[in-house]
């Protein structure tokens, strides 16, 4: 055998001096074959380092068990675990995943959505970049009846099945909440208001204060990458503010957490001057001193429900077009960093 020549089923046969057809049986594990000769067989495809062909067996079926994923980015606790969620799904359905990012880029959105196409995945997963304003590049799935689900970041006005939560309700519940600590300036750090999740977050912000008669101050508003040096910028802008806020919900808990170790380098104290609350109830928050206040985003089920709609739908199960929107539940969690009342009320969650 030519070295570095890949191992056929052909060569497997003629060594063994069997058909083609008994060896197909038999790496495919039929009963129609008999131990002795499933045992040779695998015995010398593992002494050739024989490999099934995948790929060509899924096209002669026309599908390729693979479901491809597209998320904004790698390095975040929520992404992280809404994959873990997917996965779990995906694996015991016996399906695998290829996962692209973007990168918070619109044309490299793009680039991985056609990339994933011309892999021929059966079905496919995307949250959305922070500047992509169309979902023209989503239309040859459709064309090919290639289902798509899309999930925490959406465009919100199409009819596409889309898995979320209730950002306004969430953005209201944790403006509330401060308002109740006696907060009366509450501050606000957020991603651009373009994408769904941030702009729904941010009109929850301004009713809950409307709602309460709190007069809405623009300079309480700092829109950022929600990166590590943002959560510095914001710590230093808050510190130059006359007079501060004595509140402030952050839409991250990776920035809320940097934010309010550099307040309190700087003298602060967490809550008596300034009340903070979180987003996504990462692992963050029960670290950081005080202990996050925060709304608990469960990832993980998100990601299950995404892929369960979308193995279901392949599988003949259910039918995706039929549902619009999913709301996945959500809610605040009442930590130390928040109470300037009622100290004893703390959900450890």
């Known amino acids: 055998m030519i070295k570095g020549k890949e191992v056929t089923i052909y060569d497997l046969a003629r060594k063994l001096n069997i058909s083609i057809a008994t060896v197909s049986r038999a790496l495919n594990n039929d009963?129609?074959?008999s131990k002795k000769t499933k045992k040779s067989v695998f015995d010398l495809a593992r002494e050739l380092g024989y490999r099934h062909n995948r790929f060509a067996s899924n096209l002669r079926k026309q599908t390729t068990n693979t479901i491809g994923v597209i998320v904004h980015e790698l390095n975040s606790n929520f992404i992280t675990s809404v994959l873990a969620?997917?996965?779990?799904?995906?694996?015991?359905?016996?399906?695998?995943?290829?996962?692209?990012h973007s990168s918070e880029s619109y044309e490299k959105e793009k680039a991985n959505a056609l990339n994933l196409f011309h892999k021929r995945v059966d079905g496919l997963i995307s949250s959305l970049s922070f500047d992509t304003t169309s979902l023209d590049h989503f239309k040859v799935f459709d064309d090919k009846k290639i289902p798509v689900v899309f999930f925490d970041r959406v465009e919100e006005n199409t009819d596409t099945i889309k898995v979320i939560i209730d950002n306004y309700r969430c953005g209201y519940l944790a403006t509330k909440h401060l308002i109740d600590q006696g907060c009366k300036r509450i501050a606000m750090v957020t991603a651009s208001l373009k994408r769904n999740v941030y702009a729904q977050r941010h009109k929850g912000y301004v009713d809950a204060q409307y709602d309460n008669k709190l007069s809405i101050d623009e300079k309480l508003l700092m829109i950022k990458d929600l990166?590590?040096?943002?959560?510095?910028?914001?710590?230093?802008?808050?510190?130059?503010?006359?007079?501060?806020?004595d509140g402030l919900f952050i839409t991250s808990d990776f920035v809320a957490a940097l934010v309010m170790q550099t307040l309190k380098e700087n003298g602060m104290r967490i809550p008596?001057?300034?009340?903070?609350?979180g987003f996504n109830n990462d692992a963050i928050s029960r670290v950081v001193e005080p202990h996050l206040t925060t709304i608990n985003y469960p990832g993980f089920d998100m990601g299950e429900i995404v892929a369960r709609n979308l193995i279901n739908h392949l599988k003949g199960i259910s039918d995706i077009k039929q549902t619009s929107t999913i709301i996945v539940r959500s809610e605040l969690v009442v930590r130390g960093s928040s109470l300037k009342k009622d100290n004893d009320k703390v959900n450890s969650l």
């Open 272 to 277: 008596e001057d300034i009340a903070v609350v």
């Open 227 to 245: 990166k590590e040096a943002s959560a510095l910028e914001c710590a230093m802008e808050i510190l130059e503010m006359d007079p501060r806020p």
């Open 31 to 33: 009963p129609v074959v």
């Open 85 to 100: 969620g997917i996965e779990s799904i995906t694996t015991d359905a016996g399906y695998d995943l290829i996962i692209a």
